[in-house]
């Protein structure tokens, strides 16, 4: 499965984004991930959503963020709101399992990135 991410660009302090995670199959059966990698920085897990719809959020996305996945569309999205300079970042999607509260990518089931960008 190919995975493709959108919809990022430049965005202020306190605004809004919606980015979108779409594959070239079906990933109904598969747990859907973002990440995020600040230049210079690691990649970080940023939410999961599960195949039941569970979401889980790092503390930096917690009541900012809102991941969701519309399965007849192969697509899951990631709403950022209330948006800061630290959210900068190029955004990654990944397909993968949860094994006891742990996601697990798939190899090979990664999304080539979208840049977002938060000025003040």
């Known amino acids: 499965v190919q995975l493709q991410a959108s919809g990022g660009g430049l965005a202020q302090v306190g605004g809004s984004l919606k980015i979108s995670c779409r594959a070239s199959g079906t990933v109904s059966g598969a747990a859907v991930a973002w990440h995020r990698q600040p230049a210079g920085n690691e990649r970080e897990l940023v939410a999961t959503i599960s195949v ?66 938060v000025s003040s």
């Open 52 to 117: 039941g719809g569970t979401t889980w959020y790092a503390d930096s996305a917690k009541g900012r963020f809102t991941i969701s996945r519309d399965d007849a569309k192969n697509t899951v999205y990631l709403q950022m709101d209330s948006l800061k300079v630290e959210d900068t970042a190029i955004y990654y999607c990944s397909a993968g399992g949860i094994l006891q509260g742990t996601y697990y990518p798939i190899k090979d089931h990664w999304g080539q990135g979208t840049q977002v960008t």
